[in-house]
């Protein structure tokens, strides 16, 4: 399969690696959860160059990852934002971190921390939406969704369960997101 058919597969982490899987997309993600803004300002940080920069960001925002947004008039000058879906990848991000400090940080230790709103250090937990516990690939399986029905590599999803609600439904106590 080539890097441009990904975003064409039956495969949510095929698609998203499509959009976001290269070194430097990422990096400009982080940046902009710290604060980044301004191409000069990428630039600068990332030692990118402005042609790889400029074709990053424009893929970031036909995706609605990144929004333009003027910063100055006369003349116009514009800055990147992250959208509302742009800002659901920060759980990635920080996911992809806490696995890098824990497994590639060397003996100097972990190179940055997260401290939350909360005043206290934070490390990411991915949890199961219904029973509460972590998520692993020993105790969770995937079967092909509604979505996924051209999905060769995944079996069917087991008779008696059936997908009701959303985790906003869920957490508002509206319905269980997996009924059973």
């Known amino acids: 399969m080539r890097w441009n058919e990904l975003e064409k597969e039956c495969c949510s982490i095929a698609r998203i690696t499509s959009i976001i899987g290269d070194r430097w997309t990422l990096l400009i993600v982080r940046e902009c959860f710290l604060g980044v803004t301004r191409f000069d300002a990428f630039e600068e940080r990332l030692g990118i160059s402005k042609r790889i920069l400029t074709e990053r ?86 079967f092909k969704g509604p979505g996924g029905q051209k999905n060769r590599h995944l079996p069917p999803l087991p008779a008696g369960i059936s997908l009701k609600g959303t985790v906003a439904d869920v957490k508002r106590g509206r319905r269980s997101a997996v009924d059973s």
């Open 57 to 142: 960001l424009q893929k970031l925002v036909e995706n609605f990852i990144l929004v333009k947004v003027p910063y100055q008039q006369h003349p116009l000058r514009l800055e990147y934002q992250l959208t509302s879906k742009g800002r659901e990848l920060y759980p990635i991000l920080r996911t992809m971190q806490h696995w890098g400090d824990k497994h590639l940080s060397g003996k100097a230790g972990r190179p940055s921390v997260v401290v939350h709103s909360c005043g206290r250090p934070s490390d990411p937990l991915v949890l199961c939406s219904e029973c509460g516990e972590p998520l692993d690939g020993q105790h969770s399986h995937a």
